[in-house]
């Protein structure tokens, strides 16, 4: 069986939150697009009972390392678990672009999203997700809608009680012109620092229309319990 001892589980974990804190690695470049940035998370899962609960992600990406913002992102909605392998859920989410081109934001980028997703955890380690995204953009040449569908992959394998490592990857596709539209790979370490909070850190590579770049990506992953007793939204009754 693999294992990873502690002391090198922290090695790798210090390595990552020195690379990202060292501005010294990106400054030679002069293309923003060919430069390092960082992607930070904020999501959480707040149970209302036994089967409902409310998703809450954030996410702040910059570009020329952590110098500019590059994307703002929100998103929230309502899940419902069907059984312990699967979850539906749906929800919304507003995001803000500003584009490599235009860092003096002239031309920002906006959309609001209705999304529907499921997920299934096949086993332990392995899990997948779905989820179909109703955009309505708003930029420079006009309003738009445009509907896409994404799917992950994720494997992740506990190295000690507290600490894993994480592998995933997600696809884009364009249901209108029936495009790919971009793919994101990422893998990275992680650590319980409280039995309902989790940091990870990790190396996320993003290829869209052509283009690919390269994050450091720092996320905080949290649970809570709204309701202390279980909520049936269903059927709700004596």
Not at 93 to 104: M, Q, R, V, Y
Not at 169 to 183: I, V
Request: aromatic share 18%; hydrophobic share 35%; proline share 3%.
């Amino acid at each position: 069986m693999w294992s990873l001892k502690s002391n090198s589980f922290q090695f790798i974990f210090i390595w990552l939150l020195i690379l990202l804190l060292n501005p010294d690695t990106t400054q030679a470049q002069e293309n923003l697009k060919n430069q390092v940035g960082t992607w930070f998370i904020v999501a959480g899962d707040n149970a209302l009972g036994d089967h409902w609960s409310i998703p809450i992600v954030g996410i702040w990406r910059q570009y020329n390392y952590a110098q500019e913002t590059e994307f703002g992102f929100l998103r929230t909605g309502l899940n419902y678990r069907l059984s312990k392998q699967w979850y539906v859920g749906t929800g919304v989410a507003f995001l803000d672009t500003h584009p490599f081109e235009h860092p003096n934001n002239l031309q920002e980028k906006s959309q609001f999203w209705w999304y529907q997703e499921a997920g299934v955890k096949h086993t332990s380690t392995f899990t997948q997700r779905y989820r179909v995204e109703n955009r309505w953009l708003n930029g420079p040449n006009g309003k738009s809608f445009r509907t896409r569908f994404r799917h992950r992959l994720q494997y992740k394998k506990p190295f000690t009680t507290t600490t894993y490592f994480k592998v995933s990857n997600e696809s884009f596709f364009e249901f209108k012109e029936l495009d790919f539209l971009q793919n994101r790979f990422f893998v990275g370490v992680g650590k319980a620092v409280h039995p309902n909070v989790c940091l990870e850190v990790g190396y996320l590579k993003n290829h869209v229309n052509g283009e690919n770049y390269d994050r450091i990506r720092v996320a905080i992953y949290f649970k809570t319990r709204i309701a202390k007793k279980t909520v049936d939204l269903v059927n709700n009754t004596p």
